[in-house]
């Protein structure tokens, strides 16, 4: 572990999040346990394990390739509990406090999944994290000071996955990144079928409008790719190599007709 990990370990959970209170941040956790039905699905009785997951203000800061994947309108953002004023205003905060106060925000993190580990451990379970959960940031420092961590994200970012593709060494061992699809924007879908033909093991996340479409090219494929039924856990470094993790559509998605979310034809 790092010796900025390690410095962590000098403050408690506690005073640490005492000091977000006195900047006036709308949070006091960057993890969330059981907040979305998928990761409580993870989390269900015989899983042997406990995930979390971080939830940001997306933007074109935070998620870089959203404006070429034209993904902005129907993004997951506002699905669930999501669409709530107060839930929003923590996100943004949250947000603000990575770029404004990044170090606080950074020690707050780690600290936290410290926490997450003994907590696990101690539940007899293996500790999980997806840190995008409604973000496209590159955490791959932050996930190789926790090797004894299974981190996991979707993820539309094509340069930082190129670049992983090419030289596998630069990407963290404990990490598995789905690719993010979508055809609102050909350059971006053609992109991702590139990545796809120079990874044949990369997984393709797509977004089908309903369930019943979902079924039925679970039955039939996608682009020749088997299809695989990706809402019944969040676990997605579970999933076999080479398919497509097929999502129904949710919040805002449902009710998209830019192309990103996919229908039966």
Avoid at 11 to 16: E, N, P, Q, T, W
Wanted: aromatic share 10%; glycine share 6%; with cysteine.
């Amino acid at each position: 572990m790092t010796t900025e990990t390690m410095t962590t370990e000098t403050r408690s959970l506690k005073a640490i999040r005492s000091e977000i209170r006195s900047k006036g941040y709308a949070f006091q956790s960057i993890l969330g346990f059981d907040s979305d039905p998928k990761t409580q699905k993870s989390n269900a009785a015989g899983s042997e394990f406990l995930t979390g997951i971080v939830y940001l203000q997306p933007d074109y800061r935070t998620c870089h390739f959203s404006k070429m994947a034209k993904c902005d309108g129907p993004c997951l953002n506002l699905s669930g509990r999501g669409g709530m004023s107060n839930v929003q205003l923590v996100r943004h905060d949250r947000t603000r406090a990575f770029y404004e106060d990044n170090d606080l925000f950074m020690e707050l993190l780690r600290r936290e999944i410290q926490s997450h580990v003994a907590r696990s451990e101690k539940k007899g379970l293996r500790p999980a994290l997806r840190l995008n959960g409604t973000s496209d940031i590159d955490w791959s420092e932050v996930i190789r000071d926790f090797p004894e961590v299974t981190f996991y994200d979707y993820s539309k970012d094509l340069s930082r996955l190129r670049k992983w593709i090419t030289d596998p060494e630069s990407m963290p061992e404990n990490y598995s990144v789905t690719l993010s699809y979508s055809s609102a924007s050909c350059v971006y879908s053609q992109r991702c079928f590139e990545l796809m033909d120079l990874s044949p093991t990369l997984n393709l996340a797509v977004v089908f409008r309903d369930l019943e479409t979902l079924h039925h090219f679970m039955e039939h494929g996608f682009h020749g790719r088997a299809v695989i039924d990706g809402d019944k856990t969040d676990l997605r470094f579970l999933d076999p190599k080479g398919v497509i993790v097929g999502l129904y559509a949710k919040g805002p998605a449902k009710k998209d007709t830019s192309g990103f979310v996919i229908d039966r034809h």
